[in-house]
């Protein structure tokens, strides 16, 4: 069973900080755009373009940070980041407070956030890889995943309650709180983290920046899962602020409703994430890639017949249930796959390239659909992107090749 397989004492530290920080960030789930559009009175394409132009410049940002974390220690890194973040987020409720909140500062708060997390996700995978042995790097990200859902699951309803009681930042400050106690967590785990060693390049050097860029687009199988993924995220999330307008401001769904409709599906990333272990042992990697890969594109489309009241929250739940099953067992995999298959030296270079390029076509997809909902509706806004997902299979990879095991640097051992 993945819950009762030990990894050690440093995993567990590690793991409860990303847990604190997940469940801070599950309250805080759409807290931007939903103080955009309750606070400053945003429309669909302002919502839009805060999930869209603030991770952009962010992902902009965390370009010339990948070799600063590629070749740094790898858990300070995290800590100040986590310190960041934790910094960044505590001027919204500052602001509010001296009703100073605009809509350019939520913007970038936006960007800031947005490259802090990249920084922090590379070098937390780099991190991993090192902490735990290899053949526990599956059960080592189905836990990350299935603490990833069931966070969303809780913390949405419980954001959504407090801020009907205590007003509509009161998830902002527990989600800056949280990425304080994350750093905390990290600075607990006390090991002896050795620092990279040299392979005679600059970091500065401008090569280096494009790295991961390398490695991903000459790796037929990190290639293919990559393209994927880049439209695959990017169409899910765009459909995220224009369900905010379409519920909150044209189908009058109050704000517990709106966050309901997104958190009780997310239990079904608890079942994903369990499965993921076993499945892959049963029926194999590459039968994951496609089958599931497949069955997680197809149930956008849905959010299109949204209708008032109980019909149309019930809609909604079952579209989401439906993708996140299926995501929350891809995910794993796939983080596991892209770490078997990145020599350690290039991980925090590649995992922030991954990261930067779907941040970018999560901003580019989410731009296009606010403007075509301005033009149109946002219910045609979602049809197209539901349609549009459909193809995505087709970049599927149709096998897997065989891994090839570039040397390493040496590195110590820390599992």
Not at 83 to 92: E, G, P, S
Not at 247 to 264: D, H, I, K, N, S
């Amino acid at each position: 069973m993945v819950g009762r397989r030990s990894l050690g004492r440093r995993f567990g530290w590690l793991w409860a900080a990303y847990a604190v920080s997940a469940y801070g960030s599950g309250l805080g789930f759409g807290a931007l755009p939903l103080i955009a559009v309750l606070v400053c009175r945003a429309g669909p394409a302002e919502v839009s373009a805060l999930s869209a132009v603030g991770p952009a410049v962010g992902a902009l940002i965390a370009v010339p940070l990948a070799p600063w974390v590629e070749f740094r220690r790898k858990r300070p890194v995290m800590i100040v980041t986590d310190l960041a973040r934790f910094a960044v987020m505590a001027t919204i409720p500052v602001a509010y407070a001296f009703g100073r909140l605009g809509f350019v500062q939520l913007l970038v708060v936006s960007a800031l956030v947005a490259a802090a997390k990249i920084a922090f996700n590379a070098a937390g995978g780099a991190y991993l890889k090192a902490l735990v042995r290899p053949d526990d790097l599956l059960v080592a990200n189905a836990r990350f995943e299935s603490t990833n859902w069931s966070s969303i699951a809780v913390g949405p309803p419980l954001g959504g309650a407090a801020i009907g009681l205590f007003g509509p930042v009161t998830t902002v400050v527990a989600d800056a709180l949280s990425y304080l106690l994350s750093a905390l967590g990290l600075a607990a785990i006390h090991d002896r983290e050795e620092a990279p060693r040299s392979t005679g390049e600059s970091p500065v050097r401008a090569g280096a920046l494009l790295d991961g860029w390398r490695h991903i687009m000459g790796h037929p199988g990190l290639r293919a899962l990559y393209l994927n993924n880049l439209l695959v995220a990017g169409l899910i999330m765009a459909t995220e602020p224009l369900l905010a307008v379409l519920l909150l401001r044209r189908l009058g769904f109050p704000p517990w409703q709106y966050g309901l409709a997104f958190a009780a599906p997310c239990l079904g990333g608890l079942i994903g994430s369990r499965l993921a272990r076993r499945v892959v042992a049963r029926y194999g990697r590459p039968a994951v890639f496609r089958t599931v890969g497949t069955l997680r594109a197809i149930w956008l489309i849905g959010l299109a017949f949204v209708r008032p009241g109980v019909v149309g929250l019930v809609t909604v739940m079952a579209v989401e249930l439906a993708i996140i099953i299926n995501m929350s067992l891809y995910t794993p995999v796939l983080a596991t796959y892209r770490l078997e298959h990145t020599p350690g030296h290039l991980v925090a270079r590649t995992l922030t390239a991954w990261s930067i390029g779907q941040q970018v076509s999560i901003a580019t997809l989410t731009a296009l659909g606010g403007l075509l909902a301005d033009v149109t509706s946002p219910r045609t806004a979602l049809t197209v992107a539901g349609l549009l997902i459909l193809a995505t299979p087709l970049l599927l990879p149709r096998h897997e090749r065989t891994p090839r095991h570039e040397p390493e640097l040496p590195r110590s051992h820390h599992a």
